[in-house]
């Protein structure tokens, strides 16, 4: 077996094994999951988790989606619901954001090498986008929040508006994406695996939470409150965006890193 297929292997396996873990965590089977997640990480391995690793793509990948952003759309979208109804449309963004960053997780790479892209022509373009999203949270305003419960009668159109926009382009947007695909492409070893499946994992859980509180955390916050913590994410987003130009264009052209 190639080196290419049993990292594929070991990668959808991570995936697999963290993911499922979470998930079976919110349905009350927490402790045996981790149990079972710890005894088939030693069997395979791979028990050797990278934390710093997991710390810094955790970081990178947060200040890029930003959930917090989301907090005031999702607050106009679900404004006059029924509690049941906010967790619904949570769950439904929360899923569809798990599919995108999988898929980019696993088909990134095939889909690089169908268009012939390098990963560093696809980095530059990555840190172009992930500048362009930097300064529009830098420029951007919160929105506001409508108090008007006339719109609840509009429910069903709101399902697919939590699909798109919410969760795609505005939490899985291309900088996710794009974020995915090259730190997937740089994995080499067992741990690089098991600590992008646990990011994904991470990402999926603390997006989902961050919805679920989104009304109390907008009523604390208030408009100023989001408007500076937006601001400062922005700064971080465009700071992550040019390391991705810089490092893309070194490996481009080798003759500027002397």
């Not at 998930?23 to 791979?46: F, K, P, R, W, Y």
């Not at 995915?180 to 991470?202: L, N, Y």
Request: proline share 4%.
């Amino acid at each position: 077996m190639g080196k290419n297929a049993r990292n594929w292997i070991m990668y959808n396996g991570s995936i697999g094994i963290v993911v499922g873990g979470m998930l079976l965590s919110m349905t009350g089977a927490g402790e045996s999951i981790v149990t079972l997640t710890g005894d088939v990480l030693d069997n395979i391995g791979a028990a050797h988790f990278d934390a710093a690793a997991f710390w810094m793509f955790f970081a990178s990948l947060f200040a890029i989606m930003n959930p917090l952003v989301a907090v005031p759309f999702f607050v106009t979208m679900t404004d006059g619901y029924s509690e049941a109804r906010r967790r619904r449309l949570a769950l439904i963004a929360t899923a569809s954001v798990f599919l995108a960053l999988v898929a980019a997780a696993l088909f990134g790479r095939e889909i690089l090498g169908f268009f012939a892209i390098s990963i560093s022509s696809f980095r530059i373009a990555g840190g172009i986008i992930v500048l362009l999203m930097g300064l529009s949270l830098l420029q951007s305003k919160p929105a506001a929040v409508s108090s008007d419960a006339s719109d609840a009668p509009r429910a069903e159109s709101r399902d697919s508006e939590a699909i798109c926009p919410l969760a795609i382009p505005l939490l899985a947007g291309p900088g996710a994406i794009a974020t995915i695909i090259i730190r997937c492409e740089t994995a080499e070893r067992a741990c690089d695996f098991i600590t992008i499946g646990a990011v994904i994992a991470a990402m999926v859980a603390v997006t989902y939470v961050i919805l679920r509180i989104a009304v109390p955390v907008a009523r604390i916050l208030g408009p100023s409150g989001l408007t500076v913590m937006t601001r400062l994410i922005g700064m971080i987003v465009a700071a992550i965006a040019i390391d991705m130009m810089v490092i893309g264009i070194r490996a481009t052209f080798p003759g500027l890193a002397g």
